[in-house]
C-alpha cells in the first residue's frame, strides 16, 4: 500500500485512529450536467476514517479496527451504488457523489459509534475515487 498523506484534524482527544481501506462499487450521477458521469461506471475507492476518543473499551481499542471496515465494505463493495437506500435518482443531495459518499460513511460509522459506552467520534472521511481526485468530509461541531 502507498503510504497517504491526510488532512491534518486539530482535536484535543487522547486517542485517535485511523482505518484505510479500499472498496470496489459502480454509480452514476443521474443528472445531465455531469457529463459521462451520468453512465454507469466503476471505481476502486480508497478511504480512510480519522476517530477519536477518551476512553478505551473493556479489551483496550478505542474501536476494533475490523468492525468500522465492515460497516462500509459489506455495504458498498461490489454494488451499484445508486441502489442503496442512501442515495436517491431523484434528490441531488443524495446522488452517490464523492462528497455525499463521504458523508454517508460518515454517519453510518457516527451511528455505530453511538452504540458504544465510551463515546469515540468520527472526525474526518477521506474518500479517494480516483488517484486524481478526493474528498474530505468533516462534521461540524455538534452534528450527530
Same mark, same amino acid.
Given at each position: 500500500?502507498?503510504?497517504?498523506?491526510?488532512?491534518?484534524?486539530?482535536?484535543?482527544?487522547?486517542?485517535?485512529?485511523?482505518?484505510?481501506?479500499?472498496?470496489?462499487?459502480?454509480?452514476?450521477?443521474?443528472?445531465?450536467?455531469?457529463?459521462?458521469?451520468?453512465?454507469?461506471?466503476?471505481?476502486?475507492?480508497? +478511504?480512510?476514517?480519522?476517530? @477519536?476518543? *477518551?476512553? $478505551?473499551?473493556?479489551?483496550?481499542?478505542?474501536?476494533?479496527?475490523? =468492525?468500522?471496515?465492515?460497516?462500509?465494505?459489506?455495504?458498498?463493495?461490489?454494488?451499484?451504488?445508486?441502489?442503496?437506500?442512501?442515495?436517491?435518482?431523484?434528490n441531488p443531495n443524495?446522488?452517490?457523489?464523492?462528497?455525499?459518499?463521504?458523508? +454517508?460513511?460518515?454517519?453510518? @460509522?457516527? *451511528?455505530? $459509534?453511538?452504540?458504544?459506552?465510551?463515546?469515540?467520534?468520527?472526525? =474526518?472521511?477521506?474518500?479517494?475515487?480516483?488517484?486524481?481526485?478526493?474528498?474530505?468530509?468533516?462534521?461540524?461541531?455538534?452534528?450527530?
Amino acid at each position: 500500500m502507498i503510504q497517504q498523506i491526510y488532512p491534518f484534524i486539530n482535536h484535543n482527544y487522547t486517542y485517535e485512529i485511523n482505518k484505510d481501506f479500499h472498496f470496489a462499487a459502480a454509480h452514476y450521477i443521474p443528472h445531465q450536467d455531469t457529463g459521462k458521469c451520468q453512465s454507469m461506471h466503476g471505481h476502486t475507492y480508497f +478511504t480512510n476514517i480519522t476517530i @477519536v476518543g *477518551e476512553e $478505551l473499551n473493556h479489551t483496550g481499542f478505542l474501536v476494533d479496527f475490523k =468492525q468500522i471496515k465492515n460497516l462500509i465494505h459489506k455495504r458498498f463493495d461490489h454494488v451499484v451504488m445508486n441502489q442503496d437506500v442512501a442515495f436517491s435518482d431523484h434528490n441531488p443531495n443524495a446522488f452517490p457523489t464523492t462528497e455525499i459518499v463521504a458523508r +454517508t460513511i460518515y454517519e453510518l @460509522v457516527q *451511528e455505530y $459509534l453511538d452504540t458504544l459506552s465510551h463515546s469515540p467520534r468520527c472526525m =474526518q472521511v477521506y474518500l479517494r475515487e480516483t488517484p486524481s481526485s478526493y474528498c474530505v468530509y468533516r462534521p461540524k461541531k455538534g452534528d450527530r
